[in-house]
């Protein structure tokens, strides 16, 4: 992995300016994740979108903005050396409303300032390309973001009441710009009750992360390599991995994507770019993990991460079978 920390940034990279929290440019060109999201730019968000509040006492919650601007703080402050791009977000679920002087208006006649809007959903995630590694000729870069998703939440509350977020870091591969997350860089359900707690918790996420272990584990996966008679099983395993009684389920790594997901992965076996089989039919891990992260793309923004690491972890324990020559369901 290449870091300033390590050595020198080179001469023609974009170095963080000091009265900005990151560079114009958008921390992706295409979409992190897509299912039913629509893009945003955080200006959107502060000028268009109102903030929903705890009804008990009208006071608002930690909005999409607080928490996307105060994780830029955080990276901004620990990666205070590196060019740090612009948030890339992803919206979903929009609630709509009016005005009160607009309730009796026809939808077709509102007007633009008598509408209000707000997306329940939220995903984002900002780059640093000058912390990077390649794996298997793949660019790698650093990767922070979350999901806020206020269904999550007990609005009906006061404020106090904790409120739900997901927080990340980990790797964006630039090829496809899928998301390389596992667990030690993630916190699920994280419950706060004020922004500093946040911007605790986003450090402490940050500061204990280990980038070089993931990176070397990532590599590991270009060692290893399944037959197409294997990469069929596993998927046909996958897919009845779904239906299996639960009690036929202990022991038995676990596989979140869904049959839409696994068609996915089996159609860009034989088409995607970048990540297809071999002409003799073989798919390293490293391929294979990525058609398993470009398919989680069709995830709804609440199950991303989740299915994200379950990703990780399901390629890294097929891995550990194939190097240990232990029993895998998938496999056998």
């Known amino acids: 992995m290449e870091t300033s920390n390590d050595q020198s ?9 000091t009265d900005q929290l990151y560079t ?3 921390s992706s060109n295409k979409p992190f994740i897509q299912a039913n999201t629509v893009e945003s730019s955080l200006q959107e968000l502060k000028e268009h979108h109102i903030i929903p509040v705890f009804i008990k006492d009208n006071e608002p919650v930690i909005s999409h903005t607080d928490f996307i601007e105060v994780t830029a703080e955080v990276v901004a402050d620990i990666y205070s050396t590196e060019q740090i791009l612009s948030p890339n977000i992803r919206l979903s679920h929009p ?27 939220m995903a984002f995630v900002i780059e640093i ?14 990767t922070v973001g979350g999901v806020k998703a206020y269904n999550l939440d007990n609005l009906y509350n006061k404020k106090g009441a904790d409120e739900h977020f997901k927080i990340f870091i980990g790797f964006k591969n630039t090829v ?4 390389c997350v596992w667990s030690d860089g993630y916190m699920s359900d994280l419950k706060v009750k004020t922004l500093g707690q946040l911007k605790a918790c986003i450090r402490t996420l940050i500061e204990n992360y280990d980038a070089r272990y993931q990176l070397m584990q990532m590599e590991e996966m270009t060692k290893h390599n399944l037959s197409e008679q294997q990469f069929a099983l ?12 639960n009690h036929l389920k202990n022991g038995i790594p676990q596989m979140l994507l869904g049959d839409n997901q696994i068609g996915m992965i089996c159609k860009d076996f034989y088409r995607d770019e970048s990540f297809c089989k071999s002409e003799d039919g073989s798919i390293n891990l490293w391929r294979l993990y990525n058609l398993f992260t470009g398919a989680n793309k069709s995830t709804y923004i609440d199950n991303f991460l989740d299915r994200s690491v379950n990703a990780y972890h399901f390629i890294e324990q ?10 895998n369901w998938y496999l056998n």
């Open 9 to 17: 940034v080179t001469e023609n990279a974009s170095i963080l300016m």
């Open 24 to 26: 114009p440019q958008i």
């Open 234 to 245: 596993l998927l046909g395993r996958c897919r009845m991995y779904q239906h299996l009684p």
């Open 95 to 121: 609630v709509k409303g009016r005005i009160p002087e607009a309730k009796q208006k026809p939808a077709i006649q509102l007007l633009e300032h008598e509408k209000t809007l707000y997306y329940e959903r």
């Open 176 to 179: 496809c710009t899928n998301l």
């Open 318 to 327: 097929i891995r550990f079978s194939l190097q240990n020559k232990v029993f």
């Open 129 to 142: 390309p000058t912390v990077y590694d390649e794996i298997d000729g793949n660019t790698v870069s650093l």
